[in-house]
Structures are given as C-alpha cells and as structure tokens.
C-alpha cells in the first residue's frame, strides 16, 4: 500500500507529508553533522554544542534571545511556549538547550545517554536535529 510508505507528520504547525525514508536518511546526515568525536553516536554534550552554536546563528538582533520569529526552522511559537520558562516570549539560551536536552531524552529510545542514526532518523529525534542541526 503506496501509503504505508508515508506518515503524516507536524512540524512547527507545518502538517508535512514526509516519506519514512527520509527520517532514515536524515538521521545518517544529521550524524555525520553532530557526531564531533566520530564515535558513531551523538551525546546530549554534542548535541548541546551544536545547538550553542545553532542559537548564536538564530539570534539575529543579538539581544540573549530567540523568539518565535528566529526560530523559524528550529520549532517557532510551540518551541517558545513549551520551553520559554520565564514567560517572556523568548527563549535564551539556558531555555534553548533545556528543549534540547528534553529531547535528547525523549529521542532515545533505548536510554543508552546517545543518539545513533536510528534515533536521529526518527520523529522525535528529528526534532533533535532540529534544535541542533
């Protein structure tokens, strides 16, 4: 069945109709990306690292910040609301990277503390790569 080959997913309000493969695909890139010790796997140290230098490049004014407007590509206004602790419509970066780390966590699967391509290549994981990538 030609649609068993795609799944329905949602991104940053986005309704995106993505084919399995991609995920898969996506993961094995976003590995090469982030795995900075060429290990094989992605560690939240990595990941966050990543994403450091990820919200420096969102952070367009400068301000500390991010809101919903750089953060297009990188979650928007659902990133803001779920992680923006201080309700002031943006996240810094100690928010930011709690998003990351959150879901570092969610993303794997097997709670080895690492993210294989596997992971990455999944929903959650993508979300990963996302924050990070």
Known sequence: MRSSSFFAASFLGLGLLVPA??????????????????DGT??????????????TAL?????GTV????????GGKAAVAKYDTDNDR???????????DSQFK???TDADGTLDARELGSKTGHKVV????
């Open 90 to 100: 943006t996240l810094d970066k100690t928010e930011y990277l709690s998003a990351v």
């Open 21 to 38: 493969a991609s995920f898969a695909a996506s993961g094995s890139a976003a590995l090469q990306h982030l795995d900075s010790d060429h």
């Open 130 to 133: 996302r924050l990070a990538n």
């Open 67 to 74: 809101d919903a407007s750089e953060l297009k590509g990188a």
């Open 59 to 63: 952070d367009t004014d400068h301000d």
């Open 106 to 108: 969610a993303a794997d």
């Open 42 to 55: 992605v560690s939240v140290d990595e990941a966050k690292a990543a994403a450091d230098a990820k919200f």
